[in-house]
């Protein structure tokens, strides 16, 4: 099953035990409370259950959903 | 084996020839460096073990290009005059070492060895490469690879970058495959990083945010107690979690929305808390800081510690922590790239030297999956820097073993056992945690081990013992009937028989019952020390009633509210006038009493149904909310305190006990009653006779007391009387208690009256006057506990949830047993609030909560460390603060008040009071004399205009003025305008209450920055140019009034070569070398100390003033000082001293004074070592003369980076020695070393005489140092002295006392 935006949205807010309408797509998450502990675990997840193939370094290099969005396989509209 | 490194490349993005400036996270480390040249402790290292097989060349090759790749491990770091720059070099040669230990069967243990021996060698900052690589093979398909690198250029996560990139590239060299392209940015990006972030909005906003967040500067806290520098090494110890309990961790993390990490910090906060009896807690955390960053991909030094402030209470749960650590990190990430350095200097930590944060929390998740050609690897940090105070790395490789966590700490405040101690019991916790539901609150958790738990409840606890159901008086008439004609009592002239006394007291208690008297009620006593107080006490008891003592001394107004609160059914007193007469209670006034009354009363015992269990005396203490509060003791647990107290010190009939305590103080109890209930003798002191330290020891001396009862402060006065030893020669033994008995007191006490047993005891007056009890051995060193429990008595230590503290660790000191009191009389509320039920023994059971911070030792001793609220002991008298401050505010015209003990001088306790409002001081003094009793009435009474608030709006006691106390007692007056302006000036100075005209500077503690900072003053006051050396010359305000009024222009400039510390006196003088600064200024206080009579002088340094080339060898330089001396002294004998280099300048001018046929007669040498210990070390550069000002100054270095930073911080800071001159200090630049080179070249020659030497004793990092050292260059003996300091603490007072006294005597010898 491909990721969307909103389930990605969806599993960081999870993360970090936030709103999911909390969670903006195109701001850096490091002022949520992302870190690379949870980059880590969310990938983990997403590679398990949908084929992710990107690096940690790539997604923590820019820690933002909109970022995130190519390198998971997801369309931005 | 070296490898040369042949095929790099040429990486992208080099720096320029000029090369980079350094990352404030560099500049961190480089100054930890600078400070400490040789020391191995920025050294990190880890360790991959490798088990399959693995081509040693080809990994060879691998590592060359990963070398290539990393700018970081072609770094070398240079001190430039712009400040210190790294420099990429182009190409390093590879420094791996291969060794193949396949034969060894302890294969393993030698490349462990190897790799401890390498961790210990400094890097070479200037010179580089700042890594070191080995491969050891110890077994046929097993390799432990092994990194080390210096942490200016690495980081926990930069290592992580460099093993995956290595096993990248030795997997597809292997193939045969060309490596997949480099992926690594460059240092230069770091540097450009870090330089935009530092001119950015973004720095002044997390700069304001931290100071924000930490303007109240919180106290760290601190699991050892205590802080200490950095030391070169750290202690380790290690442990893994097992698999299990780290799962369950993680799910808990999971459901709670956190990750694991942070459910780590949170039981560290929890471990941190309890251990150190704080609710407030400050964590550090290290932060990889790379995220969102294209440092992700930079091997480099990124990572940042935090201060993560947490409050932990009993009633939260691990899920609210947990989320509080949740939001804090998420607040702390925003403000990560804030370096740790500079928060502290924001918040003015760096220049008194305190910390920010307590343990450590350095959690390291990094992706370890590491696969080389198909071989797994495993990672093992060996190093991750220098340790501060305690700090728990915690791993998680991924590799199935579960957590594994290293306690490091350092070493010169944890031991190993210490260590795995806290260990121990941080893995006991988590297991807790990880098996309970994080919804309940923290108060289930305890932090000691079962073990701990059982040893400190239960163990220490072991004092049932079986006692009779008596009473305190049933004893005393028995033993009376069994000894009638013994002496029962003393007091001046008159003596009663255990018959008369008890005769006497029958027919009053028999008096007394007709009045009411008996079980259950209350008697008042309101008698000064006399034969009818003891009387009337007695006759009290008899009754059945409890006794009230009242102090007659007391002002009406509390004798009042005394006598209305506890509703005696009498009171009994001297002499009429001496009980306010309005009130409601009854007076027996014995003078007014007809002796008939008396006499037709029976003499034999009176019946009364008295039990164990009513109550013996009410005696009051002071309460914190203004209204003292009344303690009521029964009878069971006075007679149980009596019964163990004779079991352990076994009084027998021919003993004389001192009574001389005031009955309202609890102590009185055992000394009025201990020695009727055994047949010994009471001797009875005159009243006030317990505060003249004469009449007592005169007393003692003519009654043959044996047994008696001090206030250690009032121990302290009385051993430093005149021939107590003497005196005192019938003392068996001696009781102290009331405040904490300092060591000092006990050593002295033991000095004083070697054979007579002192006994430390311990308890409030809410648990029959004392609870644990401790003997005093000669020898004995550090804190004197508090000691063990008495009989049927318990002693808990517990924590902000009730939870025991293990030992060592600071709780709340509570009480149960039978000695604890009924309550407070009247009072049931807060009976209930401090008597709380005892959750460690049977239903019902009570203890008390004390107010006391104390810890447990591990041999079961108790020792005190404090209060936990505002209460006091002032001479050993009990006082709760809030009660003075509610009555300053009880005064008309005060609208705020705040009450404290000072000690502004040591040993000098005073009760200072701080109003605001429009009152005049003195009358509310005046006021409160007549309200309060004596001991609570402060000495001083300040009106401000506004409290001093810390930031964030509480009191800041810290920053309430000294008060000052003005006349002196036996000076006279100052004999004109000028003298007294400058009399002025050095009480102001001096910070001393009095100074008398003829009082000389030195003598009153002057130190050489305070005689900077009068001579400033003296310039701004009275627009005179003073030089420090006319202070010298004229020490005192007459003397220097004189000289000022005079008009002679002041002579001798304190910075000429021989400065006059003390020129007159008759005794062949003593001449003191300067230390590498080349200034004596320090020895000031050596010169108050020898007396008058001994004249020293200091030989300073050439040069300081003008530009006169300094010396090229020591040799030069003592040639020099020689004929200087001669000027002074043309012929022997001498008397030299030095300090550190001045010691070596001693030695070389004695060598060369007996060279030329004089006599030595002395040389004394302070912490110095000769040169041959030093030579082989490099000498300091100019970073270590700036540092070395700075310490003169008394600032901890920073990020002055050169001389002008030196001069600027000096300047801001206010220090006297700024006021040296841009010139002088930047002689001393020069000066300093120029001193290290002379040091190392010098060859001594050989001194004929005995050497007396002082070390510095303290563990130092130098510690290769030995006085022996100079054993080939003296002919006679080395005396030595070892001092508990360290080696720039030496000349401080303390040590100073301690020195003079050796000298002193040694100077005396010599001149008879």
Not at chain 2, 54 to 59: G, R, V
Not at chain 2, 297 to 305: D, E, K, L, Q, S
Not at chain 2, 603 to 611: D, G, K, S, W, Y
Not at chain 2, 1275 to 1285: A, I, K, T, V
Request: glycine share 8%; with cysteine; proline share 7%.
């Amino acid at each position: 099953m491909a990721l969307t935006l909103e389930q990605i949205r969806a599993d960081v807010a999870d993360a970090l035990g936030e709103d999911p309408a909390e969670i903006p797509f195109d701001e850096n998450l490091l002022d949520y409370g992302l870190d690379s502990v949870r980059i880590m675990a969310l990938l983990e997840g997403w590679r398990r259950d949908h084929a992710v193939s990107a690096d940690f370094a790539d997604l923590a290099e820019q820690p933002a959903i909109e970022a995130w969005a190519p390198m998971l396989g997801v369309a931005v509209s | 084996m070296t490898l040369l490194d042949t095929d790099r490349e040429e990486p992208a993005g080099t720096a320029s020839r000029a090369g980079l400036p350094l990352t404030a996270a560099q500049s961190g480390m480089w100054y930890a460096q600078a400070l400490d040249p040789l020391s191995p402790a920025q050294n990190t290292a880890e360790c991959l073990e490798i088990d399959g097989p693995l081509d040693p060349a080809i990994f060879a090759a691998a590592l060359r290009r990963v070398t290539a790749e990393a700018d970081a491990l072609r770094v070398r770091v240079v001190d430039t005059p712009e400040g210190p720059r790294q420099y990429v070099e182009p190409e390093v040669e590879l420094p791996l070492t291969v060794l193949d230990f396949r034969g060894h069967e302890d294969g393993r243990e030698r490349a462990e060895a190897w790799m401890r021996d390498d961790l210990a060698t400094p890097c070479d900052l200037a010179t580089g490469p700042l890594f070191r690589q080995a491969l050891f093979r110890v077994g046929e398909d097993r390799w432990l690879w092994y990194q080390c690198i210096h942490h200016l250029v690495i980081d926990g996560f930069g290592y992580s970058l460099l093993a995956r990139r290595t096993a990248e590239v030795y997997s597809a060299l292997v193939r045969g495959a060309e490596p997949p392209a480099r992926a690594f940015g460059t240092l230069a990006e770091l540097v450009e990083q870090d330089t935009a972030y530092r001119t950015s909005e973004a720095f002044a906003a997390d700069r304001k945010h931290w100071s924000e967040e930490f303007a109240d500067r919180p106290d760290v806290p601190r699991l050892a107690g205590r802080g200490a520098l950095p030391g070169r090494t750290f202690r380790r110890r290690t442990a893994h979690l097992p698999q299990v309990t780290s799962e369950r961790l993680r799910e808990v993390a999971g459901r709670l929305r956190a990750t694991w990490p942070e459910v780590l910090m949170a039981a560290q906060a929890l471990y941190t808390s309890r251990a150190t009896a704080q609710s407030d807690v400050v964590l550090g955390v290290p932060m990889m800081g790379r995220v969102g960053s294209a440092s992700l991909r930079i091997p480099g030094m990124v990572m940042n510690v935090l201060p993560l402030r947490l409050s932990v209470t009993p009633e939260d749960t691990f899920a609210e922590l947990v989320r509080q650590v949740v939001l804090g990190v998420r607040q702390l990430r925003r403000h990560q790239r804030y370096r740790y350095e500079d928060i502290r200097r924001d918040l003015g930590l760096l220049g008194e030297s305190r910390g920010l944060v307590g343990p450590l929390v350095n959690v390291m998740p990094f992706d370890y999956a590491l696969d080389f050609a198909g071989t797994r690897a495993r990672a093992r940090n060996l190093s991750a820097g220098p340790v501060d105070d305690l700090t728990v790395n915690v791993y998680d490789r991924a590799d199935g073993g579960g957590l594994r966590i290293d306690h490091d700490g350092n070493p010169a405040l944890y031991e190993d056992a210490d260590l795995a101690a806290h260990q121990d019991r941080f893995l006991h916790l988590l297991e807790g945690l990880a098996d309970t539901d994080p919804q309940v609150p923290l108060r289930v958790h305890g932090i000691a081990t079962a073990a701990e738990r059982a040893l400190v409840i239960e163990e220490f606890n072991r004092t049932g013992h079986e006692v009779p159901p008596t009473t305190l008086i049933g004893p005393i008439e028995s033993r009376a009937a069994r000894c009638p004609g013994a002496t029962a009592l003393v007091y001046g002239d008159t003596s009663l028989t255990y018959a008369e006394l008890n005769a006497r007291a029958n027919r009053f208690a028999r008096h007394l019952q007709s009045l009411g008297a008996g079980p259950g009620r209350l008697v008042a006593v309101a008698v000064p020390r006399s034969v009818d107080l003891i009387v009337s006490l007695l006759a009290v008891l008899k009754s059945g009633a409890a006794y009230l003592p009242l102090d007659p001394e007391y002002p009406q107004a509390r004798l009042t509210y005394m006598l209305d609160d506890a509703a005696p059914v009498c009171a009994v007193t001297d002499r009429p006038g001496r009980l306010p007469a309005d009130g409601d209670t009854p007076l027996v006034v014995l003078s007014e009493l007809e002796p008939a009354v008396l006499d037709a009363e029976l003499p034999t015992n009176p019946a009364r149904p008295l039990t164990p269990a009513d109550p013996a005396y009410v005696i009051y203490t002071s309460g914190s909310t203004g209204r003292p509060k009344g303690v009521v003791v029964s009878h069971g647990a006075i007679d149980n305190r009596l019964r163990w107290m004779q079991y352990a010190y076994g009084l027998r009939s021919d003993d004389r006990v001192l009574q001389k305590t005031p009955s309202s103080f609890d102590v009185s109890v055992w000394e009025f009653f201990w020695p009727l209930r055994e047949g010994a003798a009471l001797v009875v002191a005159e009243p006030g006779g317990h505060k003249d330290p004469v009449y007592l020891a005169r007393l003692i001396d003519e009654q043959a007391v044996t047994t008696c009862h001090f206030v250690p402060s009032m121990l302290q006065v009385f051993l430093t009387g005149a021939d107590v030893s003497g005196l005192c020669a019938g003392l068996r033994r001696v009781f102290c208690s009331g405040e904490a008995l300092p060591r000092e007191t006990a050593q002295a006490f033991g000095k004083a009256l070697p054979r007579v047993a002192l006994h430390n005891l311990y308890g409030p007056t809410e648990a029959a006057v004392d609870v644990s009890h401790h003997t005093c051995q000669v020898g004995d060193t550090g804190p004197v506990p508090i000691g063990r429990p008495v009989w049927n008595t318990r002693l808990y230590v517990l924590d902000a949830a009730l939870e025991p503290c293990p030992p060592g660790v600071p709780g709340e000191l509570f009480l149960a047993g039978r000695q604890l009191a009924d309550g407070y009389l009247n009072r049931p509320e807060l009976t209930a609030e401090r008597f709380v039920d005892d959750p460690f023994a049977a239903p019902g059971e009570r203890m008390y909560r004390t107010g006391d911070l104390a810890r447990w030792t591990e041999q079961g001793e108790v020792e005190y460390l404090g209060r936990t609220d505002h209460q006091v002991k002032l001479r050993g008298q009990r006082i709760e603060l809030g009660e003075i401050e509610a009555a300053l505010a009880g005064r008309p015209g005060v609208t705020g008040a705040c009450a404290l003990v000072r000690e502004d001088r040591p040993g000098d306790q005073q009760l200072v009071g701080y109003v605001t409002g429009e009152a005049d001081p003195s009358d509310v003094r005046a006021a409160l004399s007549r309200e309060l009793p004596e001991h609570m009435v402060p000495a001083a009474v300040l009106v401000l205009d506004a409290f001093p608030l810390s930031p964030n709006g509480k009191l800041d006691r810290r920053e309430l003025p000294v008060p000052v106390f003005t006349g002196a007692e036996r000076a006279r007056e100052a004999a004109s305008p000028l003298e007294k302006t400058l009399v002025g000036l050095f009480a102001e100075v001096l910070s001393v209450e009095r100074v008398g005209p003829d009082d000389a500077f030195f003598d009153l503690g002057g130190t050489s920055l305070l005689a900077v900072r009068l001579v400033t003053r003296i310039g701004e006051e009275l627009g005179s140019e003073l030089t420090i050396g006319s202070l010298f010359e004229a020490p005192t305000p007459a003397r220097l009034a004189a000289r000022l009024g005079s008009g002679r222009p002041a002579a001798g400039d304190a910075l000429d070569c021989v400065l006059p510390l003390r020129p007159e006196g008759g005794r062949p003088p003593l001449f003191a070398f300067h230390p590498a600064g080349g200034i004596a200024w320090c020895y000031a206080g050596l010169a108050a100390r020898l007396g008058p009579d001994q004249p020293v002088y200091g030989i300073q340094a050439r040069g300081l003033t003008d530009d006169t080339p300094l010396p090229e060898s020591l040799q030069e330089q003592a040639a020099d000082y020689v004929r200087r001396i001669r000027e002074v002294r043309p012929h022997g004998p001498y008397r030299l001293i030095g300090w550190s280099v001045g010691g070596i300048l001693a030695h070389t001018v004695a060598v060369l004074l007996q060279e030329a046929g004089e006599e030595v007669q002395l040389l004394a040498l302070l912490d110095a070592f000769p040169a041959e210990q030093w030579r082989e070390r490099p000498a300091p550069e100019e970073g270590d003369a700036l540092t070395a000002v700075l310490r003169m100054a008394g600032f901890e270095r920073t990020d002055e980076r050169d001389r002008e930073d030196v001069l600027a911080t000096l300047r801001r800071g206010g220090s006297p020695l700024a006021g040296l001159g841009d010139h002088t200090l930047n002689r001393i630049v020069d000066i300093v070393p120029n001193h290290a080179r002379m040091m190392r070249e010098h060859v001594h020659g050989t001194y004929d005489g005995d050497v007396l030497f002082f070390t510095a004793a303290a563990p130092r990092a130098e510690d290769w140092l030995t006085r022996e050292a100079w054993q080939p260059h003296v002919r006679g003996g080395l005396e030595n002295l070892d001092l508990d300091c360290t080696h720039p603490q030496l000349l401080q007072d303390r040590q100073l006392d301690a020195i003079c006294e050796v000298l002193t005597e040694r100077l005396r010898k010599l001149d008879i």
